[in-house]
């Protein structure tokens, strides 16, 4: 269960830094015109990178809406497989896509968090 919540955290810290990152060096004049206007830089650039957390969590959102319709998870299959009966196999899965979607709201928030404070650049 572990590495099914860090492989989602690192997707979606992955997708967030690079679009991030992406729409600060595109938009850097509206950065700048912030600043001009009084904004702490950190700030300035939070109005940039704010929506891009949008995009990061969409894949995990797709997954949430596509389990049991389209695909049988894995810790819901290996319950079974491992003798627990259909509703507690069900009642893992349902823990583990939202433990899921919270880690990776966390992964982003911090990311995003980062980028604005600076602390995660491109050279």
Do not use: K
């Not at 049988?72 to 196999?89: H, N, Q």
């Amino acid at each position: 269960m572990a590495g099914i919540l860090l492989g989602g955290a690192l997707t979606a810290t992955v997708l967030g830094g690079r679009r991030a990152l992406g729409e600060l060096a595109a938009r850097r004049g509206e950065v700048e015109a912030g600043l001009a206007l009084g904004l702490l830089d950190r700030d300035a650039r939070l109005e940039i990178v704010r929506p891009t957390a949008s995009d990061a969590l969409l894949p995990g959102l797709d997954l949430t809406r596509t389990v049991g319709l389209v695909t049988l998870p894995g810790a819901f299959v290996g319950m079974l497989l491992g003798g627990a009966s259909p509703v507690e196999a069900g009642a893992v899965q349902l823990f583990v896509l939202v433990a899921l979607m919270a880690v990776q709201g966390v992964a982003v928030a911090t990311v995003l968090e980062l980028v604005a404070r600076g602390l995660l650049y491109r050279d």
